[in-house]
């Protein structure tokens, strides 16, 4: 199960999903509502935080956060603005990192869970593999038979 909780940020607040591995989701929910970078501007947002080598929880690339005005009636106009986009990524990231660090003992947790996952995962795939080599093994011993019988006649 995925470590889920509450965090207070400057913004209101934002739900917080470790889902292992490194990787954290920080998102508005019905639950938490929305959040407002710019009083009076409501938002959603949905942001993939991933833990880099110096531990820090930052996002891979400008497309892994979601930032949306929360009444847009027209989808071209829906992104919050780049200013509200820069506030979000200077203030959420050390936020998160530190609550995360402070949940430690359940995020290594997961990260448990999710090794287990991951190896139940590549067991299957190698017994489908298996599965999928143990006629081909037999049509080849079939195969090799025939040619030894027919190079025999030769």
């Known amino acids: 199960m995925h470590f889920i909780s509450c965090l207070q940020t400057p913004f ?68 919050a603005a780049p200013t509200y986009r820069e506030k979000v990524l200077s203030t959420l990231p050390p936020l998160v990192t530190e609550f995360l660090n402070e949940h430690a003992a359940k995020c290594s947790s997961e990260d448990v869970e999710d090794l287990q996952r991951k190896i139940r995962y590549a067991q299957k795939g190698i017994a489908e593999a298996e599965a999928k080599l143990t006629p081909l093994r037999e049509d080849l011993t079939r195969l090799e038979g025939l040619l030894r019988e027919a190079e025999t006649k030769v």
């Open 12 to 79: 209101g607040p934002v739900q917080v999903a470790y889902t292992g591995g490194g990787h954290a989701c920080v998102m508005t929910t019905p639950e938490t509502g929305p959040i407002e970078v710019r009083k009076g501007s409501p938002v959603t947002l949905n942001l993939h935080l991933y833990r880099d080598e110096a531990g820090q929880f930052v996002p891979k690339a400008p497309a892994d956060m979601i930032l949306s005005k929360y009444n847009w009636t027209d989808f071209n106009k829906r992104d």
